[in-house]
């Protein structure tokens, strides 16, 4: 199915040109935003015409909406990926299978955060961008609840379906935060990634198993 502002590419070298456009549209905007997204700086840094853009895309709006299915869709197949492997892993402990599902969570944002940031502020104001992030949402709070509650009975926890929904959106919202404000959280405290991810894992450790986070090391996640 055709996506509203883009124009499929029918031929090998119209893909590739595709691909080159996708892929300078994806560094505008990770460097600055909606505001560096400019039709003529793509086409520079992709070494196309403008015309070549525009023979591919409606408009800027048109190129958003590309870049967003773009990131996305890599995203939703990696995801998936990622917790198909977990799934296979029925001999794997609770304690390590919850840390490998906050670790895949928080993978795919350090990845694409950059890219991802401009267009969730985009999609305040534009319902299709939002619709689409949403159902990216929606995968990735499926597959973590899904995995996490096939070990139900081994959860600490009186109500599991609803405790790991809360656990989700605690670690989903925190690396949301950190892609729309950066690692300083509203100028206060400054949290490195991989500090992040620590105390996210020891979060749900404690939250849905009553225990604390060892790592690899074998020392507590105090």
């Keep these: 199915m055709e996506r509203s502002g883009r124009r499929p590419a029918q031929q090998k070298r119209s893909r590739i040109t595709e691909r080159k456009i996708l892929t300078a549209a994806r560094l505008a905007l990770a460097e600055d935003g909606w505001e560096g997204l400019a039709v003529a700086r793509v086409a520079a840094a992709a070494r196309v015409s403008v015309g070549s853009v525009y023979e591919r895309f409606a408009d800027k709006v048109g190129l958003v909406h590309a870049v967003q299915h773009d990131v996305l869709d890599e995203v939703d197949a990696d995801l998936r990926e990622a917790f198909a ?57 499926e597959l973590f609840t899904s995995l996490i509650l096939d070990r139900a009975g081994e959860l600490a ?21 950190q892609v729309l404000f950066g690692p300083v959280a509203a100028g206060r405290h400054s949290i490195p990634e991989d500090q992040q991810l620590h105390e996210l894992i020891t979060l749900c450790h404690a939250y849905l198993l009553g225990t604390g986070y060892r790592n690899v090391t074998g020392q507590d996640g105090s």
């Design 85 to 141: 492997r977990l799934r296979e892993r029925t001999r794997t402990p609770s304690a390590e299978l919850v840390t490998e599902a906050v670790h895949a969570l928080v993978l795919q944002v350090a990845r694409h955060g950059a890219v991802m940031g401009p267009l969730i502020l985009r999609a305040a104001a534009d319902p299709s961008l939002r619709e689409r992030g949403n159902a990216t949402s929606a995968l990735a709070e």
């Design 157 to 177: 926890c009186s109500r599991p379906g609803t405790a790991v929904a809360v656990a989700f959106r605690a670690v989903f919202s925190t690396v949301m935060w």
